[in-house]
């Protein structure tokens, strides 16, 4: 039995067993989609290939396709997050991971590019790094992938189209600016993105996208250098209709293998441009009710013609892993926002 938080008043989200849904593909990080031409479109990416897959809906079947990523400056990438232009031109966000950074090791820092599609995803072109940590790789790291780097990501609009705001996860520099951090680039600038992302620091967005300074949102509790992290990681942001406001699903990272899956979390904010506005998150899905340890990425899957991975409203999919065994629900608190969602543990 899923141990979630019973009913109560002060309750804005819960989780319900149903049948489970698959994504079409392998997923192994945040699968944006999108709608186009009354079709919903989906990335999904392990490193390489890079899917597109589409349908009618997430309950109806799927056609894949592999995307020509030729146009490509870096490899392997994963696509984390996605936008449709008005005029049908696609802007996407990748996170990459560079190889041969420590000899004969496998470890790596990932970074944060952009790219755009002319053609609704089957080929994308590369725009160019734009988020990348300016503290040098720990090649004493012991969580087992990351020596440091930006990455493990998602991207949403505010409802003024002014800025995109990236909310990614800092595995570099000391331990008290790692953990779940932001930064946002200008609507206006979206087609030409390099140096034009800043992060925010200390109650400023002045920081540069490549190398900048970092204040947490969530800072780790332990950090990344550790065999057993306790960090907040991965964050998957949408706007809720419903709730008129923002929600973040956070996996949380405790204990040995260092990715360990200790709980999913929710956090609530009604302002973007605020980071320090975010609630403090409080759990969704517990432990004990996770199947692997490894099962990453919560994300949701909003329902109808303009339901996606950053729009939804009261009732929608919850995937975790590529799968959803659940429906989330999310409830007012009244006429104010109360400070988070379930259990805290």
């Given at each position: 039995?899923?141990?979630?938080?019973?009913?109560?008043?002060?309750?804005?989200?819960?989780?319900?067993?149903?049948?489970?849904?698959?994504?079409?593909?392998?997923?192994?990080?945040?699968?944006?989609?999108?709608?186009?031409?009354?079709?919903?479109?989906?990335?999904?990416?392990?490193?390489?290939?890079?899917?597109?897959?589409?349908?009618?809906?997430?309950?109806?079947?799927?056609?894949?396709?592999?995307?020509?990523?030729?146009?490509?400056?870096?490899?392997?990438?994963?696509?984390?997050?996605?936008?449709?232009?008005?005029?049908?031109?696609?802007?996407?966000?990748?996170?990459?991971?560079?190889?041969?950074?420590?000899?004969?090791?496998?470890?790596?820092?990932?970074?944060?590019?952009?790219?755009?599609?002319?053609?609704?995803?089957?080929?994308?072109?590369?725009?160019?790094?734009?988020?990348?940590?300016?503290?040098?790789?720990?090649?004493?790291?012991?969580?087992?992938?990351?020596?440091?780097?930006?990455?493990?990501?998602?991207?949403?609009?505010?409802?003024?189209?002014?800025?995109?705001?990236?909310?990614?996860?800092?595995?570099?520099?000391?331990?008290?600016?790692?953990?779940?951090?932001?930064?946002?680039?200008?609507?206006?600038?979206?087609?030409?993105?390099?140096?034009?992302?800043?992060?925010?620091?200390?109650?400023?967005?002045?920081?540069?996208?490549?190398?900048?300074?970092?204040?947490?949102?969530?800072?780790?509790?332990?950090?990344?250098?550790?065999?057993?992290?306790?960090?907040?990681?991965?964050?998957?942001?949408?706007?809720?209709?419903?709730?008129?406001?923002?929600?973040?699903?956070?996996?949380?990272?405790?204990?040995?293998?260092?990715?360990?899956?200790?709980?999913?979390?929710?956090?609530?904010?009604?302002?973007?441009?605020?980071?320090?506005?975010?609630?403090q998150p409080k759990v969704l899905l517990?432990?004990?009710?996770?199947?692997?340890?490894?099962?990453?990425?919560?994300?949701?899957?909003?329902?109808?013609?303009?339901?996606?991975?950053?729009?939804?409203?009261?009732?929608?999919?919850?995937?975790?892993?590529?799968?959803?065994?659940?429906?989330?629900?999310?409830?007012?608190?009244?006429?104010?926002?109360?400070?988070?969602?379930?259990?805290?543990?």
């Amino acid at each position: 039995m899923l141990a979630l938080a019973a009913p109560m008043a002060a309750q804005e989200a819960q989780l319900h067993w149903v049948d489970d849904v698959q994504l079409p593909a392998e997923a192994d990080g945040n699968s944006p989609a999108f709608w186009w031409d009354g079709q919903l479109h989906l990335f999904t990416s392990i490193g390489w290939p890079l899917k597109l897959s589409r349908s009618a809906g997430q309950f109806y079947p799927w056609t894949t396709i592999e995307v020509d990523t030729t146009g490509m400056r870096h490899h392997p990438t994963w696509v984390e997050g996605a936008w449709m232009d008005p005029d049908g031109i696609l802007l996407g966000w990748y996170h990459h991971e560079p190889a041969g950074m420590i000899e004969e090791s496998t470890l790596t820092a990932p970074k944060i590019g952009a790219l755009i599609s002319i053609d609704q995803g089957r080929s994308v072109h590369d725009l160019g790094l734009i988020l990348d940590a300016g503290d040098p790789p720990d090649p004493l790291a012991a969580n087992g992938f990351f020596i440091g780097g930006h990455g493990d990501f998602s991207v949403v609009l505010d409802p003024e189209r002014s800025h995109f705001y990236f909310f990614f996860t800092n595995y570099s520099g000391p331990e008290e600016t790692q953990g779940v951090c932001v930064a946002r680039m200008a609507y206006a600038d979206r087609f030409n993105p390099e140096g034009k992302v800043f992060k925010y620091h200390e109650g400023e967005w002045k920081e540069p996208g490549i190398g900048g300074r970092v204040t947490p949102i969530f800072p780790a509790r332990r950090g990344w250098v550790n065999r057993d992290p306790d960090c907040f990681w991965g964050p998957s942001v949408h706007w809720n209709t419903y709730l008129n406001t923002f929600v973040m699903l956070l996996n949380r990272a405790k204990g040995e293998p260092g990715w360990s899956q200790h709980g999913v979390y929710v956090s609530y904010s009604r302002d973007l441009s605020r980071p320090e506005a975010w609630k403090q998150p409080k759990v969704l899905l517990a432990t004990e009710d996770i199947p692997s340890w490894s099962d990453f990425y919560p994300r949701v899957l909003g329902y109808g013609p303009r339901g996606t991975d950053t729009e939804a409203g009261k009732f929608a999919r919850f995937y975790l892993k590529g799968v959803s065994r659940w429906e989330i629900e999310f409830t007012r608190t009244g006429s104010g926002m109360e400070p988070g969602a379930g259990r805290d543990r």
